[in-house]
């Protein structure tokens, strides 16, 4: 499958924050765009301020599938000195102090690859890394081990840790590979077992030989020549990069690139360069083992035996994982010389059988071997091998003899067939993880719900699917123009109600901003300030979109010119060289050809055939330039519009955010007078509320005072009652008081019925009631006083305190003395009404008695 390789750009930031920049890139439209408004279109423009973990993300993903796959894959950084080629790979070092979130794409890369092969424990796998360095066109082994194996990823790191002290600094180039090779039946009963390589290439920046090679290699490429006749050769950075360009892995190129005005010349080199390699397209296949496809097992349709068959093998396995453990306990537990000896006798017993069966079981694994083949190690890689290799081996069988020939010729027609069959599923595999691929390359989509790409295969068990799938990092993966968003909405910039709309078009679409922007437009058009802005905004939004498609359109068009350009160099070759070859047949022919003007021994119809082509080949040439002209033409016009689309999507920005900033402004105003207005608000109803606190604590006090004068007055009128009934009692006892006595029984009485009015009077005024109407001295009670007593209330008024204590003191014993008078009129009163009862009944008895002599004195 052809894959083009992949540009990625990296600015380096500028060492100073107020540097001037000479570069810039948009990670919305993938443009990088120098001062002089010349523009790179690559696949990922990465922003200035782009972190690790985002630069890994944003392409990394569809390689780490790839790779699992069992494709190779490759990053190769290019780049001027000190522009962060090295950071971008390794990260700024392995030891504690260096930060997890500066990790660069190697380290990121082992972390995941282990994290997806933990996740698939069906897997087998074996993992090695090299690290090596090319100094002077001479290879320096950094691990000094050549191939090492990492059984986990602690392993690995430590040897990340360990080659980054024992590299060599300097302009050289540093190449990184990890290589898996993998091993699991799928649920069809079919064996997969592949390999692959990933590298990691940090190359040496100008002037450097290996690099100037490289670039041949990229231009000879570029220029259509096919891989097989390139000398990769010529030196070993070439050799080693093979299968980055022109070969068969899937290829990343990053430009690291200086921002600085000083280095742009070096910048644009590095640029062009990046865009040369855009044109390579590389071959990535799957690469299978001989024994890959083989069935372990067939699959449900030929029956449920040969499941059973596999369920056999692995409980054999495990059976057999079982006993030997068993066999280390039983050793152990014998040495322990714990254990009786009927029991030790049962354990020897055990021990032989279980030596007996080893035996058994090697001897048939010994002549499976010799059967089938070695069963350990890893068979042969089968490379993409052509066909035609494969007839040369059943050619020499055919030799031999009749019937080696036709099982041979039957044997080359399964392997063909096979083969076919490979061809036919590696390109389907590689349809369906390119599109992937592209579709995931041409969305920004932020989310990386990763499918594995075994996920595809046919093969796959249901069981690693489900346990595969995940997302990555969600708030890692974001874009550059995403990224700005969320700032923007993180700054409030942007509407709670917009930033919903963000969130819903992050889901949804690929690219938010222009419909965000559109809408929070169209929801300030009612404001008549925004309402100019709406309609310029509009305006260069149509020619935006109208300049947009111009330009896809040119582009279009630019590549069908290319892809004539190339059927025409290559006619032109071909022209060439048949122009070569027929002059030589010429001169060959005829040795005095210089000679023999006349040319009679000339083959005249080789001359007019020479003369056509050369007529030919300068048509194709003129056409040549015309067609280039027209790609220059075409390619200015493009670069002028990206320019402009660049300009018109500033401004667009620009408009909108002014205008976002406008109806902000207009909103907050309001905003702030809504809120002065309801502060004040709340503070008058505050003072309303700290005054009537103040009364309500005032209220309080006075409340609190009240009821401990009416505590106390009960207290008194206690005292004054237990007096009353001591008293009462005497009289009740003795039948009299003395003077003094009866008198203090009136003024408790008295005292304890004043106690008890006054007791009402507070409980009133506690209760909020108006004190009784007697008591207060209300505008109507003055009204119905006589003079007298006006003029007496009057007085009362200007009493003092002690004057009226006093008065009162006075008046309360005159009414004990009025309650006594009232006491000896009342006893008084009794004793008159004792009288006059006793009177009566005499009376009475009288009259009785009167009447009972008076019927005597009749009846006589
Ligand atoms: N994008 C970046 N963010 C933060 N720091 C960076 C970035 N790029 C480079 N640096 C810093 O700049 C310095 C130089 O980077 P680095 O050594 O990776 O450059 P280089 O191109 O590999 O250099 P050389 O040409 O020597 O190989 C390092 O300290 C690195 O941490």
Redesign the pocket.
Same mark, same amino acid.
């Given at each position: 499958m052809d894959i083009p390789v992949q540009i990625a750009v990296?600015?380096?930031?500028p060492s100073l924050a107020d540097s001037t920049q000479c570069i810039f890139s948009n990670p919305v439209t993938q443009i990088v765009i120098t001062e002089s408004g010349q523009t790179f279109h690559v696949n990922r423009a990465l922003p200035?301020d782009?972190t690790?973990a985002n630069l890994f993300n944003s392409f990394m993903i569809p390689q780490i599938n790839c790779f699992l796959d069992g494709c190779d894959t490759s990053v190769v950084v290019f #780049?001027?000195?000190? @522009? #962060?080629?090295?950071? @971008?790979l390794?990260g700024?070092g392995f030891e504690c102090i260096h930060s997890e979130s500066?990790q660069g794409i190697v380290p990121r890369f082992l972390t995941e690859i282990f994290h997806k092969l933990i996740q698939m424990p069906e897997r087998e796998f074996i993992l090695h890394i090299t690290w090596m360095q090319i100094v002077n066109n001479n290879i320096f082994d950094v691990l000094g081990a050549g191939l090492v194996r990492c059984y986990n990823l602690e392993e690995a790191f430590q040897y990340l840790q360990l080659g980054w002290r024992q590299r060599c600094?300097?302009?050289n180039h540093t190449v990184f590979t990890v290589s898996v090779e993998q091993k699991w039946v799928g649920t069809n009963g079919v064996l997969n077992h592949r390999m692959s390589t990933a590298s990691f290439c940090?190359l040496?920046?100008y002037p450097e030989s290996g690099l100037f090679a490289l670039e041949s290699i990229i231009k000879e490429l570029l220029a259509g020549n096919p891989p097989k006749q390139i000398n990769y050769d010529q030196c070993i950075l070439t050799a080693m990069l093979r299968d980055s360009f022109g070969g068969r892995a899937f290829t990343w190129v990053i430009g690291?690139i200086s921002t600085e005005p000083e280095d742009y010349q070096d910048t644009l080199k590095i640029l062009n360069l990046c865009l040369c390699c855009r044109g390579i397209k590389n071959f990535v296949t799957v690469n299978l083992f001989a024994d890959n496809n083989t069935p372990v097992y067939t699959d449900k349709s030929i029956g449920q035996q040969n499941d059973s068959n596999f369920n056999l093998q692995f409980a054999t396995t495990q059976w057999i994982k079982l006993v030997s453990n068993a066999e280390g306990l039983f050793n152990k537990i014998l040495q322990s010389k714990s254990l009786s000896e009927t029991d030790i006798n049962h354990v020897t017993e055990w021990l032989f059988l279980k030596a007996e069966c080893d035996e058994c079981l090697n001897t048939d694994v010994g002549v499976d071997n010799k059967d089938v083949g070695p069963k350990q190690g890893l068979p042969r890689i089968a490379e993409d091998t052509e066909p035609s290799e494969l007839s040369d081996d059943q050619t020499d069988a055919e030799s031999d003899s009749e019937e080696d020939s036709h099982s041979d010729t039957l044997f080359q027609d399964k392997l063909e067939k096979f083969m076919d069959y490979f061809r036919e599923k590696n390109d389907q595999l590689f349809a369906e993880r390119c599109e992937e691929y592209l579709n995931h390359i041409d969305s920004d989509d932020i989310t990386i719900s990763e499918t594995s790409g075994s996920q595809s295969l046919p093969i796959m068990t249901s069981q690693s699917n489900s346990g595969r799938r995940r997302t990555i990092h969600p708030g890692e993966s974001l874009s550059g123009a995403e990224l700005e968003l969320l700032r923007k909405v993180a700054a409030k910039a942007i509407s709670p109600e917009s930033q919903k709309i963000i969130i819903e078009s992050h889901k949804k679409d690929l690219d938010p901003e222009p419909k965000l922007i559109e809408r929070e437009l169209l929801k300030m058009i009612d404001s008549p300030k925004t309402e100019e802005i709406c309609k310029k905004y509009k305006v260069i939004k149509e020619k935006y979109t109208q300049k947009q498609i111009l330009a896809r359109k040119l582009s279009k068009e630019i590549g069908s010119s290319q892809t004539q350009l190339k059927e025409l160099i290559n006619l032109c070759i071909a022209k060439e060289r048949l122009i070569d070859d027929l002059s030589k047949t010429v001169s060959n022919q005829n040795k005095n050809y210089l000679d023999r003007i006349d040319g009679n021994l000339i083959d005249q119809d080789t001359l007019k055939e020479i003369r056509r082509h050369e007529t030919n080949l300068k048509t194709y040439k003129k056409q040549i330039d015309q067609i280039k002209k027209q790609i220059k033409k075409d390619e200015k016009r493009k670069n002028t519009l990206d320019v402009e689309l660049v300009k018109d999507k500033l401004k667009l920005d620009e408009i909108s955010e002014t205008s976002i900033s406008n109806d902000l402004k207009d909103r907050k105003t309001h905003s702030l007078k809504h809120f002065t207005h309801r502060i004040t608000q709340l503070d008058s109803i505050l003072k309303e509320k700290t005054n009537d606190l103040e009364n309500l604590q005032l209220s309080k006090e006075k409340e609190l005072m009240l009821r401990k004068e009416i505590k106390n007055l009960r207290k008194t009128r206690e005292c004054l009652h237990e007096q009353r009934c001591s008293l009462g009692h005497k009289r009740k006892i003795y039948k009299s008081l003395s003077d003094s006595e009866e008198r203090k029984l009136l003024e408790c009485e008295e005292a304890i019925e004043a106690i008890d009015t006054a007791i009402e009077y507070k409980n009133n005024l506690i209760c909020g009631k108006s004190p009784s109407a007697s008591l207060s001295d209300t505008h109507d009670n003055r009204e119905s006083r006589t003079r007298g007593e006006q003029m007496l209330m009057a007085r009362l008024d200007k009493l003092s305190h002690d004057e009226m204590k006093t008065l009162l003191y006075r008046y309360f014993q005159k009414v004990v003395d009025l309650r006594g008078a009232c006491a000896a009129l009342e006893a008084g009163v009794a004793a008159a009404a004792d009288e006059a009862a006793a009177w009566r009944a005499r009376a009475a008895a009288a009259w009785r008695h009167a009447q009972r002599l008076r019927p005597n004195n009749h009846g006589r």
């Open positions: 990296r600015l380096k930031p200035v782009c690790q #780049g001027q000195p000190k @522009t #962060g080629k090295t950071y @971008t390794f700024s500066d600094q300097g302009n940090d040496a920046a690291c």
